[in-house]
Nanobody, 120 residues
């Protein structure tokens, strides 16, 4: 019913920047909270940042001051601007969206993930 497609991952050197995008499509009436999570090899998935439909953002302590989450409600898209990247930011990044469907049912959807690798 709803698809999330991430893009923008890649390989970058320490101190560099990347911008991730995640576009939602399908039977969408509106989208509540959108967010980014990440999972590094051998570690559990962790929250990176979330943003409400009104633009209120929350960040993990490890990325505060370096990452910025934003969204374009007209495009059903969420972004993650990542600056001052560190090797410990290396992970697969997943987006998530809490969607109000056209039927008015509410469900959570996730993307397939995009790899971010930060070289030392």
């Amino acid at each position: 019913q709803v698809q999330l497609v991430e893009s923008g991952g890649g390989l970058v050197q320490t101190g560099g920047s990347l911008r991730l995008s995640c576009a939602a499509s399908g039977s969408i009436f509106s989208i509540n909270t959108m967010g980014w999570y990440r999972q590094a090899p051998g570690k559990e998935r962790e929250l990176v940042a979330t943003i409400t439909s009104g633009g209120g953002a929350n960040y993990a302590d490890s990325v505060k001051g370096r990452f910025t989450i934003s969204r374009d409600n007209a495009k059903n898209t969420v972004y993650l601007q990542m600056d001052s990247l560190k090797p410990e930011d290396t992970a697969v990044y997943y987006c998530n969206a809490v969607v109000v469907l056209i039927s008015r049912a509410i469900s959570s959807y996730g993307g397939q993930g995009t790899q971010v690798t930060v070289s030392a």
